[in-house]
């Protein structure tokens, strides 16, 4: 009996077939231009750290995500960067940031939060914090943010 027939890639000859990057709207800047804000951004979280301010640094990583399949130095430093502000908050002080954001912001900050397990035990990825603000960030977003997280195409 002849099964070749079932190697056969049907996709490739579909014209409709629809493809990933028609799913959602691509990151309009650069990979470059990416990664050289990125590098700004860290310079300001920085300052922002030095001056207690938690919400802007959180604030100005969010709003300013990566995404997309060609980002990958910025989404690195970007993640290095939260990692920063995450380490360095207080637990007493997490539910505040965290209300503080808009839920845009928290949805990438949950995105960010699973990366970061995903990543666990290399660097600076502490599970214990991951947890902390994951629990936080439900408590304050609800499970909403994770049902959003988890169905968006955008990865961070």
């Known amino acids: 009996m002849d099964v070749a027939f079932r190697k056969i890639d049907i996709d490739a000859f579909d014209e409709e077939i629809l493809q ?3 799913l959602y709207e691509q990151d309009p800047r650069d990979p470059a231009q990416a990664l050289d804000q990125m590098k700004q951004i860290q310079g300001t979280v920085r300052s922002c750290l030095a001056k207690n301010d938690t919400v802007g640094a959180l604030s100005i990583v969010l709003e300013n995500a990566p995404y997309g399949p060609t980002m990958e130095d910025a989404k690195i430093l970007s993640l290095q960067t939260l990692m920063t502000i995450l380490n360095s908050t207080k637990a007493t002080e997490i539910p505040t940031a965290v209300k503080s954001l808009s ?11 699973y990366k970061g397990m995903a990543l666990t035990g290399s660097g600076d990825m502490n ?26 195409r955008r990865t961070v």
Do not use: F, N, P
């Not at 599970?127 to 968006?152: F, N, P, Q, Y």
């Open 20 to 22: 990933e990057s028609e």
């Open 103 to 113: 839920q845009d912001s928290q949805d990438a900050l949950m995105k960010y939060l």
């Open 127 to 152: 599970a214990s914090v991951l947890l902390t603000w994951h629990e936080k960030l439900t408590e304050v977003a609800g499970t909403g943010c994770i049902v959003r997280t988890m169905t968006d």
